[in-house]
C-alpha cells in the first residue's frame, strides 16, 4: 500500500499562489503516474495535472498556464505550483499515483487538501 502525504493547502486571495506537496510513501513501480485531482462542491473529479515517472505532464486546459506540476522521484514527491488562482479553482485537491507495473494496476490517493481562493 501506498501512504500519500499532502500539505500546502489554505485559503487564498484571487491572483495568489499556493505550492502543494505530496510525498509518497511505501512500494512504488517504476512506470507510474502521479498527479493532482480536483473537486469542487457539485462538481465531478477532474484531472488536474499529471507526470509520468519519465516526465511527461499532463494538464487540464483551465491551468495551462498558471500551474506547474514537478516531482522529486528520488522523494517519490510530486508537487504542484498554482500561481494566478482564481475562485474557479476552489476545490478539494486530491495526490494520486497510479502504477501501471503491478498488477493489479493501483490507483492510491492522498486524503485531500482544501484549496480556497476568495473573490
Known amino acids: 500500500q501506498v501512504q500519500l502525504v499532502e500539505s500546502g493547502g489554505g485559503l487564498v486571495q484571487t491572483g495568489e499562489s499556493l505550492r502543494l506537496s505530496c510525498a509518497a510513501s511505501?512500494?512504488?513501480?517504476?512506470?507510474?503516474?502521479m498527479g493532482w485531482y480536483r473537486q469542487a462542491p457539485g462538481k465531478q473529479r477532474e484531472l488536474v495535472a499529471t507526470?509520468?515517472?519519465?516526465?511527461?505532464?499532463n494538464y487540464a486546459e483551465s491551468v495551462k498556464g498558471r500551474f506547474t506540476i514537478s516531482r522529486d522521484n528520488a522523494k517519490n514527491t510530486v508537487y504542484l505550483q498554482m500561481n494566478s488562482l482564481k475562485p474557479e479553482d476552489t476545490a478539494v485537491y486530491y495526490c494520486?499515483?497510479?502504477?501501471?507495473?503491478?498488477?493489479?494496476?493501483?490507483?492510491?490517493w492522498g486524503q485531500g487538501t482544501q484549496v480556497t481562493v476568495s473573490s
Open positions: 494520486n499515483v497510479a502504477q501501471m507495473g503491478i498488477f493489479p494496476p493501483q490507483s492510491s
Open positions: 511505501g512500494s512504488i513501480s517504476r512506470l507510474n503516474v
Open positions: 507526470m509520468s515517472s519519465d516526465g511527461n505532464a
